[in-house]
């Protein structure tokens, strides 16, 4: 099933894409947006475009596991691609992914500047990839 994972930061989102069997999730691209019905008219596009067949969105806590600005923007991003879309929206905890797509940056030997333009991008395939895993070993992914 090929799937869309998002990373949804203040003003851009992270993408990535898995394959058709839903094993590999790759970094896609970045959206940058100012406004959030915007966002969702692009990403519903793109996932028509790409023939995609599930959604998964990082969930923003806290590291006390309480919720706070990110979330509620998440939220209502997660409720308004829902109605769109008519696509149920799997939420993944998404606390260090964007640090673990630094490290990972960073072992790459990429360049700070290059690392700004594909981190989000990055993040969504931890995103993502945590997800196929999840559903892949049979763990339930809530």
Known sequence: MKTL?????????GL???????IIANP????RYNDIDELVEDVSKLIAELHIEALVLGYP???????????LRTDVFKEKLENVTELPINLIDERLSTVEAEKYLIGADMSRKNRKEVIDSVAASIILDTYLKRIGSGTDVR
Request: aromatic residues 4%.
């Open 5 to 13: 994972g998002m990373d949804l930061g203040t003003k851009t989102l």
């Open 61 to 71: 806590k806290n590291m006390n596991n309480s919720l706070g600005e990110a979330t």
């Open 28 to 31: 896609y691209k970045t959206l």
């Open 16 to 22: 990535a894409v898995s394959d058709k069997l839903g």
